[in-house]
């Protein structure tokens, strides 16, 4: 999948676990970063590419984005594994405890799954493509849904932009003007 297809998936998955989940109110400056930390954890899983959005938009990082390549074993290996949600969980909680104390208002329990969901969402999403997943490694068997390649998506052709991400889109529609009272009230009385 394309990177503004698996922030779209990302989002609607942040989405969908806030508005189906239990009600717990949050302040404004934890949801700009919730949604921000799961967009990130939505592309998170592509770093593995040279041509990742986060290695094009950095000056030299074509050369970075080559030598993480190589370390995290070629594109869809350790960062599409359950192995890589588990490292990457680690990385991020650091960085969050890291950065807590200039974040006062921000909950960084709820950005840590934020991201989580964001990167859990790229492996859904990638899963549903011809190539994918290798869910288990070490074990190198790469699983894809449905199980009959013939019917999975090919990553930025037709179905992806005609389907996918058009459904996506109706399903952020729904879901928000469904569920906007709840929605303000998890925001309401922290609006500050
Ligand atoms: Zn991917």
Known sequence: MTGRTHDLAAFTALGAVVIFGPIRTVTLAT???AVLANLVGGITPDIDQPTAPLWRNLPVGKYFGKIFDNI?????????????LVIFGFLIHFLLIFLDPIMRSVDIGLV???FMIGMLSHLVMD?????????????PIKFGFPPVKKFRVKTGKLEEKLIIFPLLIVVNVYMYLENYNKLLVILHRHIV
């Open 31 to 33: 949801a700009i970063m």
């Open 72 to 84: 995290a074993g070629g594109h869809r290996f350790l960062t599409h594994s359950v192995l890589g």
């Open 127 to 139: 899963t549903l493509t011809k190539e994918g997943v290798p869910w288990l490694l070490p074990i």
């Open 112 to 114: 840590w799954w934020a």
